[in-house]
């Protein structure tokens, strides 16, 4: 995605609308938001061509904060409704945002195919192990022995691994952040929507209320070690499966032809040969 | 007049279709009125299909109720369909793999196909070609008719192949010559205006849909729909549209509700299982108030039912899918003609009110074809959304704007001034989620039903009548049975029955003071339905205290004219004795 060359006048604050935030004090979704403002000035997307979908959970209601165009969608249904944007217009900026709840369980079945096809649109992942809004049960992320309201007697399933599983599905644009680190968060979702394709961050945002994990985050953070080659698809997956530490930054970025680029070309193929006319497709019946 | 009914029957691969498909494309060339129906197994290879296709030099309005001449290629056709055959019509079989126990009562031509095409030709699959051989040598069907159409259809597979095809064709018209022929059909030529199209339901109704300006159409192959996603696939990007295949039915909606949103015209179509995974995303845009046309080409349900069968089973699931009050409209297809018109009606109906409309077809109507004039798209004058006017443009936009009718202004993304979240959640004007506003609620539910309300007056117009005006024996249908009441009732009428159809458009609102009238002033009405129970009669039975007789077909294959007519006499002779108006238990 390119930002369109504006006046730089868009200030974070401009793209705050008047509707304050309803998550709960302390959510590291906050540390989101903020971050997208930051993103959103830095790369001038002017509102007029932002559209900011989003699932169903806390961070579901991001759109409601952000000064542009948004949908609001149903549980899961993210990147469906994302694709149908974009195709309908592929010079909008499309930013996808949703829980691990949203994304990876219910949802999880659009992942794969949103990730092959390359759509050019980034997808932010606010990730707190837990599903906040229905009080604390536990989500695709949260760890073995999670106790809550739905595993009184501890979670029996092992997380699974979003960065793995994004590198394995084919998206072109792969990292982690954290909403406690705002300005390395910014400068990760001003890469997702600069890059051309599909750019998924895994955003570890804590829930102050079901699943705090402010203190045992920060001792696991670790940069991306700075010799890393992002570019190697092999060494990005072995890096997403380490598990000493909790690494943030781009695991993995390729520039490969998007699905636009796709559409592009097969409009044009069909072209080629084309009868552009209805009547002249009706010749063809007669 | 000639009113002629082919069937040809056969194992699946064995070329039953494309020898149907030819027939039927050379006839209406030669200037027939065609009306096909055809079944066909839900294997890939193998099972048992079979193609009809009635010509005739007047209007058709059903496939007909029985076999003037009939083509078994195999020993199953013949056991199959000979029960169907009239009496006194013509048995062409292949002699080859085919021995008729007897053939009395019918004009019998053994052919043997098989080594015909085994023998002279050296490829065993120019069997039915040579079929359609006989078809013109026998029936006088215009040859060169059918070698131009050889010529068409193989000519990109080479010179060798036409000529193998043409080959075929000629020692099938030369068997046949070198027999004495003993019946009484000749179809030289009709009075057909070759200006007219061959025309699938399907095919139909993807061309309104490129009328009406669609831009995206996203879907999951599902059979009887994916006829509709693979022509648009060949023919909307060459009008700078796409389509894509999502990885299931709810993406499918969901992408279609995406496109809507940024201002594109979108669709999918669809076949039970994959309409009932679409109903969340219909009551997303029931709420969100985005525009969608969704078609389901219905099967024979429950589950995966009966794939390749038809029926009228998903009304209920149109009319009430979903949870909440979330009024969408329904409407449902007639004719191969109505599919190109009713999808374009659709495409307004959607734009105008901003909801999502659901457009019921079947098997039955999606996969026949039949010779129309050539579509005409000014007939239905294209409608686009209310978009927002300068003045009401700006921070305090309001998308969900509370108006005498219903209707908002609806922003698209790309224009300055006019942002607003599409909501899934209850909210205010502004779109701003309001999930603890009782108020608020009340209004924006009416808001939604007003909307809905304000379409019964289309659906008042776009309800249709035959037969007796007033009668005194009604019969209300839906959907694809159209032209088979038609011509159930033009029958009853002939024989002096008091009998009128009427035949709603759009389902869902009903036409009320149509059916009031109608039905008021009738001793009887009978609800025609191919389903177990009798759902529109059960949509009726809300608003009308009348004791409907339910006239339910529910083994996969639509009614014949005999089926509506043989219930018009029965009603008939219960009026005369006084008991016209008792509910009958639903059959099958």
Known sequence: ?286 | MTDCVFRIGGEGGEGVISTGELLTLTLARSGYEIYTFRTYPAEIKGGHANYQVRASDTLLLSQGAWVDVLVPFNEEAYQKHIKDLRKGGVLIYDSDSVTPPNTDGCIAYPVPMTSLATEKIGVKLTKNIVALGVFSGLFDIPFEKFEELLKERFGRKGEAVVNKNLQALKVGFDYIKSQPKRDTIRMGGGPRQIKELVLSGNESLALGAIASGLKLYAGYPITPATDIMEFLAKELPKIGGFVVQTEDEISALGTVLGASYAGSKAMTATSGPGFSLMVEMLGLAVMSETPAVVVDVQRVGPSTGMPTKTEQGDLYLAVYGGHGSSPRVVMALTSVEDCFYGIMRAFNIAEQFQMPVVVLSDQYLGHRKATVPAPDPSKVPVIERRTPTPDELGPDFKRYLLTPEGVSPMSIPGTEGGYYVAEGLEHTEIGYPAASNYENHVRMTQKRYKKFYAIEALSNELTRQYGVEQPEIGVIGWGSSEGVIREAVQMAVEQGYSVGAMHPKILYPLPLVRLTKFIVGAKAVIIPELNYTGQFATLLRKRFAKDFVQLNKATGLPFTPQDIFDKIEEVATNVRRGSGSRTHAASV
């Not at chain 1, 309908?88 to 092959?116: C, E, Q, S, W």
């Not at chain 1, 649109?121 to 695709?140: C, F, R």
């Not at chain 1, 829930?207 to 696991?220: E, M």
Request: glycine residues 10%; neutral net charge.
């Open chain 1, 1 to 286: 995605m390119s930002a369109e060359a504006v006046a730089p006048e868009l200030t974070p604050q401009a793209y705050k609308t008047d509707e304050h935030p309803i998550w709960c004090p302390g959510c590291g979704d906050f540390g989101v938001l903020s971050s997208l403002y930051q993103s959103l000035a830095g790369l001038q997307i002017p509102p007029k061509d932002l559209v900011v979908v989003s699932g169903i959970g806390c961070s579901g209601r991001t759109p409601g904060f952000v000064r542009s165009y948004g949908f609001h969608v149903l549980h899961g249904r993210v990147l469906p409704v994302a694709l149908g944007v974009k195709l309908a217009n592929p010079k909008l900026t499309v930013i996808g945002v949703g829980g691990d709840g949203d994304g990876f369980a219910i949802g999880g079945g659009h992942i794969p195919h949103a990730a092959r096809r390359n759509l050019d649109i980034a997808y932010l992942v606010m990730d707190n192990s837990t599903y906040g809004l229905t009080k604390g049960q536990y989500s695709p992320t949260a760890p073995k022995g999670f106790q809550a309201g739905s595993t009184p007697y501890g979670n029996i399933e092992k997380p699974l691994n979003p960065l793995a599983m994004l590198i394995a599905y084919g998206a072109t644009f792969v990292a982690r952040g954290y909403s406690g680190k705002p300005k390395e968060l910014t400068e990760l979702i001003k890469k997702a929507i600069d890059h051309k394709g599909f750019a998924f961050i895994d955003i570890i945002s804590p829930c102050i209320t079901f699943y705090n994990t402010y203190k045992v985050i920060p001792p696991r953070l670790a940069e991306v070690p700075a010799d890393h080659d992002a570019s190697d698809r092999a060494k990005a997956f072995e890096l997403s499966l380490k598990e000493d530490r909790m690494y943030l930054g781009v695991f993995y970025q390729v520039q490969e032809p998007t699905f636009e680029d796709g559409v592009a070309e097969v409009k044009s193929r069909a072209q080629a040969s084309s009868r552009p006319r209805l009547e002249e497709i009706f010749a063809e019946f007669s």
